[in-house]
């Protein structure tokens, strides 16, 4: 299942891209309340303070073979927001996505590093978390933000609606 996470400063910037991500994936299906991103100052120089982060599903599931199509999707509607010139900042907008299976949580990067696995157009997976004895739990790389219970807590959430998602499609044939 594809599972999106937006964060800007703006909130009409993410109710933009809510909107933008719906018409490209599919509707969302599953979506968390944004929270306060506090973890990291990374993102200041490009982006403001005061970020808001939001973590969306979507209905329709996709090819695990996908991911990295997902990515470089995203990467154009992070483009498409910065042309509208609607924000100040130089990157408005920053779009996740991710993958859910029932097993683990994974986000795709442009970043390399040891832990990581080359897709294909320069496009990289990181398994972020594991499902074990009925919890999402961190791997050491791990970012700060994933491990927060609310955030897990929304992954056991999605997680559930994936396996609905599942079962409708079994029945469906």
Same mark, same amino acid.
């Given at each position: 299942?594809?599972?999106?996470?937006?964060?800007?400063?703006?909130?009409?910037?993410?109710?933009?891209?809510?909107?933008?991500?719906?018409?490209?994936?599919?509707?969302?299906?599953?979506?968390?309340?944004?929270?306060?991103?506090?973890?990291?100052?990374?993102?200041?120089?490009?982006?403001?303070?005061?970020?808001?982060?939001?973590?969306?599903?979507?209905?329709?599931?996709?090819?695990?073979?996908?991911?990295?199509?997902?990515?470089?999707?995203?990467?154009?509607?992070?483009?498409?927001?910065?042309?509208?010139?609607? &924000?100040?900042?130089?990157?408005?907008?920053?779009?996740?996505?991710?993958?859910?299976?029932?097993?683990?949580?994974?986000?795709?990067?442009?970043?390399? *590093?040891?832990?990581?696995?080359?897709?294909?157009?320069?496009? &990289?997976?990181?398994?972020?978390?594991?499902? *074990?004895?009925?919890?999402?739990?961190?791997?050491?790389?791990?970012?700060?933000?994933?491990?927060?219970?609310?955030?897990?807590? &929304?992954?056991?959430?999605?997680?559930?609606?994936?396996? *609905?998602?599942?079962?409708?499609?079994?029945?469906?044939?």
């Amino acid at each position: 299942m594809l599972v999106v996470a937006i964060f800007s400063r703006h909130s009409e910037a993410l109710d933009w891209a809510k909107r933008r991500l719906a018409e490209v994936f599919s509707p969302i299906g599953l979506s968390d309340e944004p929270f306060a991103f506090h973890h990291t100052a990374y993102y200041a120089g490009t982006m403001g303070q005061g970020l808001l982060k939001q973590i969306v599903a979507f209905r329709d599931l996709v090819p695990l073979d996908s991911l990295a199509d997902k990515k470089r999707a995203a990467i154009v509607l992070e483009k498409e927001l910065m042309s509208l010139g609607l &924000f100040p900042e130089k990157r408005p907008i920053n779009i996740d996505p991710g993958f859910l299976t029932l097993g683990k949580f994974m986000l795709a990067t442009t970043k390399d *590093q040891a832990h990581r696995i080359y897709l294909r157009d320069e496009i &990289f997976a990181e398994v972020t978390l594991r499902y *074990q004895e009925g919890s999402w739990e961190p791997w050491p790389w791990t970012y700060a933000d994933y491990r927060e219970p609310s955030v897990r807590e &929304f992954l056991n959430r999605a997680r559930d609606y994936y396996k *609905q998602r599942l079962r409708e499609r079994e029945s469906a044939g």
